[in-house]
């Protein structure tokens, strides 16, 4: 879910590096530039996004956080837009389920249409990647119903799946001439995660037991799950929680890190998270349906529709072909296995007879 999150995990890095290599040229600009592609495109936007104070090496190297923001969003909003008739661009946020998705439609749309796709992974978060839609440096990325309804449209959230996801395919229409497929199957609802044996031993299975325990416990979640409609005070609200102190925020990839080290003892993860199992973690039940429906979708610049016509039907053809357990298998396949995201939906895709 939407989750989102500054800086990468290695393994996500080590992908991230490998699919780049695969899918844009270099271009050469003058020194001095913070971003030596800030005119196409920031390709350290993630990194740079991360950073407070010290920036890459240039001469922006004491430019505040804010500045540095202000500036990559200009990039977005105002800069040059480069023509990119020919070829089809797929993004993606900055966690692994996400780049997973991404490259699933890029294969996908390169099989069925046999034209360029170039990927353009980890750009931030929801507002980022949203951004970078709506300004034509993408053409596609994954998203969430619920992380549309809430963060996007500034709607309050809806526990019925059909109702969100008409709602968010009729008003990304009407207000930013966006298309939004069928969903793809799963649902990544935010999942209240803490250790295995810890919930065995309180006896623990639900959230709203956590209300007596809570006071002892620190609370960890990613960047946007502080400020969303959707995310940390509805949900403290709701659960009558009272932590020890002010959540930890950290990147959604070292979340499972913290709690399994004692750091935290609740975190917000996403329920198609691979390593739950793995790491013997325990899913709260939602009992008192805080969270609405995040089922993934498309969502597609209508841009891209006019010069590709067949791609709306090419989308159309991922609709429910993922189930929750297929997306956590292969979420883990890339975090906990370390296998190239490229092959681990090359597989899924021959599984499926894509």
Same mark, same amino acid.
């Given at each position: ?13 080590? !992908? ?35 950073? &407070?104070? %010290?920036? %890459? ?50 294969? !996908? ?44 449209? &500034? ?17 990304? /229409? ?10 793809? *199957? ?9 250790? =295995? ?24 979640? =990613? ?36 709690? &399994? ?6 975190? +917000? *993860? ?14 709260? /039940? ?32 991922? +609709? ?17 296995? !370390? ?12 599984? &499926?007879?894509?």
């Amino acid at each position: 879910m939407r989750r989102d999150r500054g800086s990468r995990s290695m393994v996500e890095t080590q !992908h991230y590096a490998s699919l780049r290599r695969r899918s844009h040229p270099r271009f050469c600009l003058p020194p001095k530039v913070c971003h030596p592609e800030a005119r196409c495109w920031p390709k350290d936007l993630p990194r740079c996004l991360s950073l &407070k104070c %010290c920036l %890459c090496g240039s001469s922006a190297r004491n430019v505040f956080f804010p500045v540095v923001l202000g500036a990559v969003l200009l990039i977005f909003l105002t800069g040059c837009r480069p023509s990119h008739s020919g070829r089809i661009i797929v993004g993606s946020k900055n966690f692994t389920e996400q780049v997973v998705l991404a490259e699933l439609m890029a294969q !996908h749309i390169e099989a069925r249409l046999h034209v360029r796709v170039e990927r353009r992974f980890y750009l931030a978060g929801s507002y980022i990647a949203h951004q970078a839609v709506l300004a034509d440096r993408i053409d596609i990325y994954p998203e969430y119903t619920g992380t549309a309804l809430t963060a996007i449209l &500034k709607q309050s959230p809806n526990w019925d799946a059909n109702v969100v996801f008409n709602e968010v395919r009729e008003e990304y /229409e009407k207000q930013f001439h966006l298309t939004v497929t069928p969903p793809l *199957g799963f649902n990544n609802s935010f999942a209240m995660v803490m250790r =295995g044996a810890d919930a065995r031993k309180l006896g623990m299975s639900k959230l709203s037991q956590a209300k007596q325990y809570s006071s002892k416990w620190m609370f960890g979640c =990613g960047y946007e799950f502080l400020e969303r409609p959707d995310g940390y005070q509805g949900f403290v609200r709701r659960y009558e929680l009272t932590f020890a102190d002010k959540p930890r925020v950290m990147d959604l990839g070292l979340l499972y890190r913290a709690l &399994k080290d004692h750091q935290i003892d609740l975190a +917000a *993860g996403n329920g198609t998270d691979g390593v739950i199992a793995a790491l013997d973690m325990t899913v709260l /039940e939602d009992d008192l349906h805080y969270f609405p429906p995040y089922e993934a979708v498309a969502v597609v610049n209508n841009s891209v529709l006019r010069r590709f016509p067949q791609l709306t039907s090419t989308l159309n053809e991922l +609709a429910n072909t993922i189930s929750d357990d297929e997306m956590r298998r292969m979420n883990y396949a890339v975090d906990g296995e !370390h296998r190239d995201v490229v092959d681990v939906v090359s597989e899924f895709r021959a599984k &499926k007879g894509l």
